[in-house]
């Protein structure tokens, strides 16, 4: 069956050609931009509660958040309708790429197509708004606008927790949106080292898995405020040594890690619930690092197979982990990952051959890791690192033969500075997210 697929409408009229585009301007056959105003677009339109079925049977004048999360929508239009009927259908949770929509025009006209097509829409983000012009060419959209861009994470902090000393600790330290770590905070959960951890929710944190006396699989919950909750009790298999991101702008993944090693993955819901294993992709291999890009997607990158290598694995916006990326930059493990300029990410520090290093290497938004940079500050490696203030990074803790406390700060252009004088308790292998 041929289909039709939303993106972009050309609108005819006065002999030119206009194209309504995806930042939401009408542009003209000279590119000029008028702006669409959005107050006359919704006017007359009654908006109703936000809608999880897969199911639905639409109302003219009606207005629709559809929240595909779970399920696809199968959306039937009235049987009948009056020249100017108008109804507007909007993704409520950015995932209609994931789970689509699906328009079918009972009996009627759909652009001048009968209803044996099928109309769907499949764009993240995606509004759209549909009209009634007559018999002939039925269904008209008169609005088909992606949002692209979601608001920046400024006002990010961020928190290291856990570590080793020569012991385990669970000792955390928040950082400020100013980059400015503070003192101890007295230590929750169980005590370990080489765990992971990764925000979730937009303003939410969990520590995951890591090592004690042996391999563990427990978590803990942070707080938008900062505050690290008591024990979960794990989910999966238990190891160490393993990486965690962000992905999908609310949601997190674990992945890797010493048990093994191995490359299966946990996904974390936009309520912090880790879910069972998911069979591993690419390389298996420990002592990594991972981090966001691209507003909506991860990579994990680098570690140790038995031997040092710099593979790296891509995360969809929908936690789907892709095979393995030929590395690119020097193979090393312990070292550390984080965002930075809203939509980038970077690796740096860690072991090469059985030494410390402060090599860094960029990930453009499109998840390319680029060649290594040469090091800024103290080379070490069993470091952390968290995005903060949405736009910026830092480097904190690690080893050097010594466990420091020391930090790095990462600019919006990925620009790592000179250390900064540690606070706290000088450790290695911990964890760091960002939290609101």
Known sequence: MSGIVGSKINIRGSGKIAKLGTDGQVLTSSGAGVEANYEDVAAGISWQSVVTGSTLTAVAGNGYWIDTTSNACVITLPASASIGDT???????????????????NG??????DDTLEVIYQTDGQVVKISYSDATNGWIPTLDQTVADVPSKTGLNGIFGYGYTSSNHNMSNLVSNAGVVATDVTGVGTARRTLAATEYGTDKGIFGYGYTSTVVSMSNLVSNTGVIATDVTGVGTSR????ACSYGDDKGIFGYGSAGPVSTTNLVSNTGVIGT?????GTARETLAACEYGDDKGIFGYGDTGSKTAVTNLVSNTGVVATDTSGVGTARNYLAACGYGGDKGIFGYGDTTGVS???????????VVATDTTGVG???SGLAATQYDGHKGIFGYGNTGSKVSMTNLVSTAGVVATDVTGVGT???????????
């Open 108 to 113: 009627l006209n759909y652009q001048s197509d």
């Open 277 to 281: 294993d998911v069979s591993g992709v």
């Open 426 to 436: 000088a450790r290695a292998y911990l964890a760091s997210c960002s939290y609101n």
């Open 357 to 367: 290093s402060k090599l860094t290497n960029l990930v453009s938004n499109t998840g």
């Open 87 to 105: 109804i507007i259908f909007a993704d409520y949770a950015r995932t209609w790429g994931t789970n689509n929509i699906e328009l079918d025009s």
């Open 240 to 243: 160490s040594g393993l990486a």
């Open 378 to 380: 103290t080379a070490r």
